[in-house]
């Protein structure tokens, strides 16, 4: 049974950092793209990042600049360095994964995990 699991949400200041985790198991992803995704409050659940099976990287313009995707194969754990947090930025942050091996489009990633929830204080 494939799983993700993301780690690493929490509460902090705006202009704070967070590292979001997100371990696979159940298969392998090394050749697919994984992305992350998230949803505030009252709002669609809309593209943060993804990461080719190249490492080939995409980012929302809403974040670019300030958050970095990355992978290591080998764990099968994708990753979300988030740096200069904004308030705006508060929303649960879902991982997922795709049969493609690179794509940014929600429609897909047939895997996704449960989210983790991001908070940004004012």
């Known amino acids: 049974q494939v799983q993700l699991v993301e780690s690493g949400g929490g509460l902090v200041q705006a202009g704070g950092s967070l590292r979001l985790s997100c371990a696979a198991s159940?298969?392998?992803?090394?050749?697919?793209?994984m992305a992350w995704f998230r949803q505030a409050p009252g709002k669609e659940r809309e593209f943060v990042s993804s990461?080719?099976?190249?490492?080939?990287?995409y980012y929302a313009n809403s974040v670019k600049g300030r958050f970095t995707i990355s992978r290591d194969s080998a764990k099968n754990t994708v990753y979300l360095q988030m740096n200069s947090l904004k308030p705006e930025d508060t929303a649960v942050y879902y991982c997922?994964?795709?049969?493609?091996?690179?794509?940014?489009?929600?429609?897909?990633?047939?895997?996704w995990g449960q989210g983790t929830q991001v908070i940004v204080s004012s």
């Open positions: 990461i080719s099976w190249s490492a080939s990287t």
């Open positions: 997922a994964a795709s049969a493609f091996g690179a794509t940014i489009a929600e429609r897909d990633f047939g895997y």
């Open positions: 159940g298969r392998t992803f090394s050749n697919s793209a």
